[in-house]
């Protein structure tokens, strides 16, 4: 079988697919430490038959592995109607753990898909394999259209809006269904891996990265404003979000992330949209454009093409919001013990002392990564430190202590500290 390479795309000439990447991240569900020896077992489909075999590593993480797609062109033509994406199935076994198996993982060519999977420790899980089901993609499955809503919600006397400034959360409770169903599970989802999932669900990883970025400004927009007027809980619900279309997004329990889109997320977290004069974030709605028509919303096929044409991320928000919407800053992160400083961190100081305490604690778990001493000094030391955190959570491998690596350690920290839980 004969490849033609193109950038990161491999085409068969046989069978005219392409390579699309995949990689299983396993974690203790208790925990969020990773599982080392962990066997992730790759199927094609409903074939059943099984394609690779691999073992996690210390960091909990398989190799990457190209694994065949449908042609990168269907994922960005708007009239294509062919599935632009091939279905996998995962099965991961570690000692100790309930196995878990996910049927749908998609996978784009040209784009790495990173399978998240937590294990329940034994005897919590009894054995039991656990089954996830990822639906289609929004794009590609029929789905209710979103009913509209006024991007500004009004501010009354009694205190609609409880929040006094924006702030980032660190964790959303998505109810799984529409707010009515009162059978749907609630999820408590990290603020970022709810809008990677959002967003992996809700438009493809191929389109240009201005397209992306406008995307998750919406979907970002959408959601801290759900947050700010705590919408749901002022009609008497225990939930953030939901994860239906008619209301809100797409959020799928344990889908597969795109990793140009996670990569936009943690560039991009503590931003929003607003107007002028307009203290809460806009309820930035927003439809396909191609089977649902939004005029005054954005289209997603439609930001797309402008993206192809080389418009920036805000003139693509403003061609569909208008000229008054711009880009904002949350005031407050929550639940992250230090804010960034605001540029890369410097060679000394208390800043990098409390980086070096949360990168060290995080190494005792993460064990691929040096530990390192807290003596607020960026030496060589924390300096082999953080490349090895970022090559271990897909970030540009720098040595420098930017805005998204910055947040992604604390992240890390948070999620296996549970310092969060604590305040």
Not at 67 to 87: G, I, M, T
Not at 189 to 212: C, F, G, H, M
Not at 233 to 258: E, L, M, P, V
Request: glycine content about 8%; charged content about 20%.
């Amino acid at each position: 079988m004969r490849y033609h390479s193109f950038d990161r795309v491999r085409i068969c000439e046989t069978t005219g697919m392409q390579d699309g990447y995949l990689r299983i991240d396993v974690v203790n569900s208790e925990n969020n430490f990773p599982i080392k020896g962990a066997e992730a077992s790759i199927s094609y489909g409903e074939s059943g038959q099984t394609q690779e075999v691999l073992r996690t590593n210390l960091s909990g993480q398989t190799e990457e592995i190209a694994v065949a797609a449908p042609p990168a062109l269907l994922s960005l033509e708007e009239q294509n109607r062919e599935k632009p994406y091939a279905d996998y199935t995962v099965e991961v076994r570690a000692e100790g753990y309930g196995p878990v198996k996910v049927k749908g993982t998609e996978v784009l060519a040209g784009v790495l898909a990173v399978q998240p999977i937590r294990m329940i420790p034994l005897p919590a899980q009894t054995g039991a394999e656990e089954n996830i089901q990822i639906p289609d993609h929004t794009l590609y499955g029929s789905y209710p259209p979103k009913i509209a809503e006024d991007e500004v919600k009004p501010v009354q006397e009694s205190g609609e809006i409880v929040l006094s400034r924006v702030v980032v959360p660190q964790t959303i409770v998505v109810h799984d269904g529409a707010p009515t169903n009162a059978s749907a599970k609630d999820y408590y989802v990290a603020y970022r891996d709810y809008i990677k999932n959002v967003a992996s669900s809700e438009i493809y990883a191929t389109w240009p990265r201005s397209t992306i970025v406008a995307n998750v400004l919406a979907i970002m927009s959408f959601t801290l404003n759900r947050v700010y007027t705590e919408w749901y809980r002022n009609q008497g619900y225990d939930f953030t979000i939901t994860s239906s279309t008619a209301f809100d997004h797409k959020w799928i329990y344990g889908r597969d992330i795109f990793e140009p889109i996670s990569e936009v997320v943690d560039d991009i977290f503590d931003n929003y949209l607003s107007r002028p004069g307009v203290r809460q974030p806009i309820l930035t709605q927003y439809c396909d454009g191609r089977r649902v028509s939004c005029p005054g919303w954005m289209t997603q096929w439609g930001s797309c093409s402008l993206g192809e044409q080389g418009y920036s991320a805000i003139e693509i928000l403003r061609r569909f919001y208008g000229n008054s919407i711009y880009i904002n800053t949350a005031e407050q992160i929550s639940g992250i013990p230090i804010s960034y400083p605001g540029e890369p961190v410097g060679s000394s100081g208390d800043k990098v002392r409390q980086l070096q305490q949360q990168l060290d604690a995080v190494a005792t778990v993460y064990t691929a990564i040096p530990r390192v001493t807290p003596d607020g000094i960026y030496g060589p030391g924390t300096e082999a430190s953080v490349r090895a955190f970022q090559s271990v959570f897909g970030l540009p491998q720098t040595g420098v202590v930017d805005f998204a690596t910055w947040y992604k350690i604390s992240h890390i920290y948070v999620g296996i500290s549970r310092i969060a839980e604590l305040n």
